[in-house]
């Protein structure tokens, strides 16, 4: 999953990447309007956190143009701690939620994971397939049916694996291009070869079996939900 962060406040805007990097999300930071504008409107985020008062460019104008634009991205802002006109207007102008600073970094974390859930097509909270659930938390594969008495089988991700099987279960039996997996892989000063997809693609099919992952040639890859 990849997130914009739109901040003129470096400390805040670094603090909030470097904490959202280590849950496993690739994250891009503008510190001001017209760059963040840019960025939110040509780059595939699954959620934008925007602060409305950044020089260059207003975080409303920039919410109205994107909504115009109909780019729906999951929205939430940054507003001064008593500007309740500023979350009315916010919030009518296209936004899903706010925070009020000062926060809690974990407040937020919480409130993105939230919106993620809630614009995520997959049907149940917790992402499962083949006998196989993604603990989130944990950024491991752990296996549906625990043994009585056995140790519970279980995979560590690296950061690549776990963000690419996380877009994988959210985004079931649809083919996926291996040029949107690396989008939504790397952040906008990763690698971007998407060639190392299949790298990854294949470390992957080694602990979910060969066929979970369908390769359709010419057109990218399929993950198999059912059985
Ligand atoms: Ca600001």
Redesign the pocket.
């Known amino acids: 999953m990849r997130l914009l962060i739109v901040?003129?406040?470096a400390k805040l805007g670094n603090g909030l990447r470097s904490r959202l990097v280590r849950e496993g999300y690739a994250v891009d930071l503008a510190d001001n309007g017209v760059d963040g504008g840019h960025l939110g409107a040509t780059e595939p985020y699954d959620a934008v956190i925007l602060?409305l008062?950044?020089p260059d460019r207003p975080g409303l104008a920039v919410l109205r143009e994107w909504r115009a634009a109909d780019n729906l991205v999951p929205v939430l802002i940054l507003t001064a701690r008593d500007g309740w006109s500023e979350r009315v207007e916010g919030l009518q102008a296209g936004a899903d939620d706010y925070l009020g600073k000062p926060f809690h970094p974990d407040e937020l974390l919480a409130r993105i994971q939230a919106l993620l859930r809630r614009a995520a097509t997959a049907r149940s909270p917790q992402l499962r397939a083949g006998g196989w659930r993604l603990d989130e938390a944990r950024q491991r594969l752990v296996a549906d049916d625990e043994t009585p008495h056995g140790p519970v089988m279980e995979h560590a991700l690296t950061a690549t694996e776990f963000r690419l099987l996380r877009y994988f279960m959210r985004h079931p039996d649809q083919i996926l291009s291996k040029s949107r997996l690396a989008e939504h892989v790397y952040d906008y000063d990763g690698e971007r070869d998407s060639n190392v997809i299949e790298v990854y693609v294949g470390r992957l099919r080694a602990m979910l079996g060969a066929n979970r992952i369908q390769t359709r040639r010419g057109q990218g890859y399929l993950f198999r939900s059912g059985d």
Do not use: A, K, R, S
């Open positions: 901040e003129d406040d602060d008062g950044l």
